[in-house]
């Protein structure tokens, strides 16, 4: 059997050129949407902290904490008569693991990571004193 080109058939032969050329073409840009590995722009993580491993699972630990303790307090506050006792003793100890925190982050550069770890733990303290004066201070006469 004689191939297109064999038989001298125009028009088969520049079907088959045609069907190369757009494969060619195909697996051209498929290969060119694909970016060589040593070219490839780096994945985007967060930003690494300079902390010791030990300080960044102190910090997570006391951050648990601080985390439960506030979510307490915010149950207690939500209660008709919230046992004020118990909502002081809370924020005072959102406020003292805050300050731990704090001192850890102090450890290392502004900017480092752990630092927004002492900004949240900041907050938590600041909402917990922010319910005490809600909730629990007596009435001004």
Same mark, same amino acid.
């Given at each position: 059997m004689l191939t297109a080109i064999e038989r001298g058939d125009r028009a088969a032969f520049q079907r088959l050129y045609q069907l190369a050329l757009l494969a060619t073409i195909v697996l051209g840009a498929?290969? $060119? %949407? %694909? *970016?060589?590995? +040593?070219?490839? @722009?780096p994945a985007t993580t967060a930003p690494r902290s300079a902390a010791t491993p030990a300080d960044l699972q102190e910090v997570e630990a006391? =951050?648990? *904490? *601080?985390?439960? !303790?506030?979510?307490? &307090?915010? $149950? #207690? @506050? %939500? @209660?008709? #008569?919230?046992?004020?006792? =118990? *909502? =002081? &003793? &809370?924020?005072r100890n959102i406020c003292t693991l805050a300050e731990h925190i704090c001192k850890i982050a102090a450890r290392y550069p502004a900017g480092d990571p752990i630092g927004d770890s002492c900004s949240d733990a900041k907050r %938590?303290?600041?909402?917990? #004193? +922010?319910?005490?004066? !809600?909730r629990c201070t007596l009435p001004k006469e």
């Amino acid at each position: 059997m004689l191939t297109a080109i064999e038989r001298g058939d125009r028009a088969a032969f520049q079907r088959l050129y045609q069907l190369a050329l757009l494969a060619t073409i195909v697996l051209g840009a498929g290969c $060119a %949407s %694909s *970016v060589p590995p +040593e070219m490839a @722009q780096p994945a985007t993580t967060a930003p690494r902290s300079a902390a010791t491993p030990a300080d960044l699972q102190e910090v997570e630990a006391i =951050r648990e *904490v *601080v985390d439960g !303790q506030s979510r307490t &307090l915010e $149950a #207690e @506050q %939500s @209660q008709a #008569e919230p046992d004020c006792a =118990r *909502v =002081r &003793l &809370l924020a005072r100890n959102i406020c003292t693991l805050a300050e731990h925190i704090c001192k850890i982050a102090a450890r290392y550069p502004a900017g480092d990571p752990i630092g927004d770890s002492c900004s949240d733990a900041k907050r %938590s303290c600041g909402r917990g #004193e +922010e319910i005490v004066q !809600q909730r629990c201070t007596l009435p001004k006469e």
